[in-house]
């Protein structure tokens, strides 16, 4: 089923209008072709993930749960982790930066554009996903759908990071800016569908939550640390308060410029659904230029 399913993804992905933007920007696609992994719902790392990510963070078995789901083993249950990689024509015009004034810098307007209109590919993907696996006799749901929530209080974190469920599912490692590092690169968004459906699960190549990076692999490169224009990167790794108030400003100014053609976003943060302000248009400057953006440079070492 599991070749099928990512089939059915990668033509959805293809066919949809969702995944074009405005004519402005070529009308050319926001996203290549996806990547899948099957992570499974008793794998025992889902409990380290309330130490390393925060207590809030759910246990599979608990996001089930939380989707209004039946009470079923863990072992039941597979976690879909889908990886969508920015398209090469976003990835080409997003390697020069944009200085609005001095220590203001953003992204292309393509980039900011592609982020904004992102989103609803990935919750259509989770919705179609969803109806294969019903139809073939399954129960499915998705949190980014049914429970994402952002925790502010304490550590700052989702209450389903999707970098780490792709970590489970083998689809990449994390880095020194913290991305997650793909086969197909950082440069990516990623989402996950919770099921029932007894797929083949995907081997993790590595144990280790930093193989894919040139620094923490071999001391090297550290492009990252050089391509953040607000410091929020060093040897040290990522700082994500210092991270979430420069790219609040630069979201701020780049959804100005853009407004009326942007797609507003809602978000449920501390369990309150509410319209996202400024309107999401993301920053991700350590993703351009840098060798992890669109593969993952640990393969070929
Ligand atoms: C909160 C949030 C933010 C915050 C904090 C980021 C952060 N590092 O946590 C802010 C606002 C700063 C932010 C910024 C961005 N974000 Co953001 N963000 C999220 C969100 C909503 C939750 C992340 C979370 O819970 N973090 C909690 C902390 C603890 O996680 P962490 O720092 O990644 O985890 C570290 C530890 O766990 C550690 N670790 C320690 N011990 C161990 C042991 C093991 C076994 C493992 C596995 C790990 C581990 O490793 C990790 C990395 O160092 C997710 C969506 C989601 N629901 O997952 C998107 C998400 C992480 N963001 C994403 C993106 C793209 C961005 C931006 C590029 C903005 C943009 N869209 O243009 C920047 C990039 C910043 C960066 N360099 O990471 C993508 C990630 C893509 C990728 N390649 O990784 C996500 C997954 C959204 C999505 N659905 O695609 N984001
Ligand atoms: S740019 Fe280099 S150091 Fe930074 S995350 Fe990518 S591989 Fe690691
Ligand atoms: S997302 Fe922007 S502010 Fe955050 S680390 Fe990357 S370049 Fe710096």
Not at 52 to 69: F, N
Request: charged share 25%.
């Amino acid at each position: 089923m599991k070749t099928e399913l990512e089939q059915f993804i990668i033509d959805f992905v293809a066919s949809t209008k969702l995944n074009c933007l405005p004519e402005k920007y070529g009308g050319s696609p926001v996203f290549s072709t996806p990547k899948i992994g099957i992570a499974s719902g008793n794998d025992p790392i889902y409990e380290k993930f309330k130490e390393v990510v925060g207590s809030g963070h759910l246990t599979p078995l608990e996001l089930w749960l939380a989707c209004k789901q039946n009470e079923t083993p863990a072992s039941n249950l597979r976690i879909i982790s889908i990886v969508f990689p920015y398209d090469d024509k976003i990835r080409k015009e997003s390697k020069n930066t944009i200085e609005i004034r001095r220590g203001l810098i953003l992204p292309q307007e393509i980039y900011s554009m592609a982020r904004n209109y992102e989103k609803e590919i990935r919750q259509e993907t989770c919705r179609q996903t969803i109806n294969f696996l019903k139809n073939k006799g399954y129960r499915a749901d998705a949190s980014l759908l049914s429970v994402d929530n952002l925790i502010t209080k304490g550590a700052f974190h989702s209450n389903w990071s999707e970098r780490h469920t792709a970590f489970v599912a083998g689809l990449g490692t994390f880095s020194l800016s913290d991305a997650l590092i793909s086969d197909v690169g950082c440069n990516i968004r990623l989402v996950s569908v919770i099921t029932d459906a007894p797929i083949e699960v995907t081997p993790r190549k590595s144990d280790d939550p930093y193989a894919n990076c040139l620094f923490y692999a071999k001391r090297t490169c550290k492009k990252c640390v050089e391509r953040c224009p607000y410091g929020c990167i060093s040897e040290n790794g990522h700082d994500r308060m210092m991270c979430a108030a420069s790219y609040g400003r630069v979201e701020f100014r780049s959804s100005r410029r853009l407004e009326s053609t942007l797609k507003p976003h809602y978000r449920r943060v501390n369990g309150v659904l509410s319209q996202q302000f400024p309107t999401p248009t993301g920053c991700a400057l350590c993703q351009f230029e840098v060798p992890c953006m669109d593969k993952n440079p640990m393969a070929t070492e």
